[in-house]
């Protein structure tokens, strides 16, 4: 068991740093592959181990001049609204329909990414903007909550597609927002005794080593390479994660 959940932890916190997402994409189905994880399970424990991936992630690109603190803020705070919503839905749902919707998602974020950016994004006034950035982060902590992810699947194509932000920044930006949506929802799935800690903590600290490796690497890698390997990634845990749900 401890050599799987080294792997996770490299795996997780390379992932979040290079992509912005937190790591959950591939920490919910390593968890139900390697380790016999149900959902709801993978995702709470993933969500846990979120929390220390997503603060070293951030605070390696914060380094590197690559996050964009204030709608960083922006976007987190409200997104704690949403994953207490996606918390309590989740308790509603079956765990092989929450692999399936997981999936699903995945894959329409990838197709959006595969058509690139929008050639003209709209230039929002300020108050727009703000009022946009907060029901993006509500939306995305609906999304972490039900999916142990930290939103950063729905923080990093919007922010780059709406906002128009460089992909490395968005990318930053976003593990900052995961960072209070991962502390939120953690401590309700805790409450719900959903997180298995012991794995989370480990899991987490192994993570430290390889985020601050991938903020390296997202930093010096061209913006097509980001998003084809994003987009990549989606695809191939989607398709994972049904295979999983059919077995």
Do not use: C
């Not at 690109?61 to 309590?88: E, F, K, Q, S």
């Not at 919707?101 to 108050?127: E, H, K, N, Q």
């Not at 709406?162 to 930053?172: H, P």
């Amino acid at each position: 068991m401890l050599p799987a959940l080294i792997v996770v932890g490299l795996v997780a916190g390379l992932t979040a740093s290079v992509f912005g997402v937190g790591g959950g994409i591939v920490m919910v189905p390593l968890l139900i592959g390697l380790l016999d994880y149900d959902a709801k399970r993978a995702t709470a424990t993933s969500l846990a181990a979120i929390i220390f991936t997503a603060v070293v992630g951030a605070a390696a690109h914060g380094a590197l001049g690559n996050v964009d603190w204030d709608r960083g803020l922006l976007i987190g705070i409200p997104a704690m609204l949403g994953v207490t919503i996606g918390v309590a839905i989740k308790d509603r749902i079956s765990s092989r329909a929450l692999t399936l919707a997981f999936a699903g998602l995945m894959v329409l974020v990838a197709v959006r990414i595969g058509l690139g950016p929008s050639a003209d994004p709209v230039d929002f006034s300020l108050p727009a903007e703000v009022l946009l950035v907060t029901a993006l982060g509500i939306t995305a902590g609906i999304v972490a909550g039900l999916f142990g992810v930290g939103g950063g699947i729905v923080f990093v194509p919007t922010l780059v597609v709406v906002l128009g932000m460089e992909q490395l920044s968005a990318e930053a930006t976003s593990l900052l927002a995961i960072i209070p949506v991962a502390v939120l929802g953690s401590w309700q799935n805790t409450a719900r005794g959903a997180v298995m800690w012991n794995h989370a903590l480990l899991i987490g600290a192994v993570s430290v080593v390889s985020a601050v490796a991938g903020a390296l690497i997202a930093d010096a890698a061209p913006v097509s390479a980001l998003q084809t390997g994003f987009a990549a990634l989606l695809l191939a845990t989607a398709a994972q994660l049904v295979w999983q749900a059919r077995r």
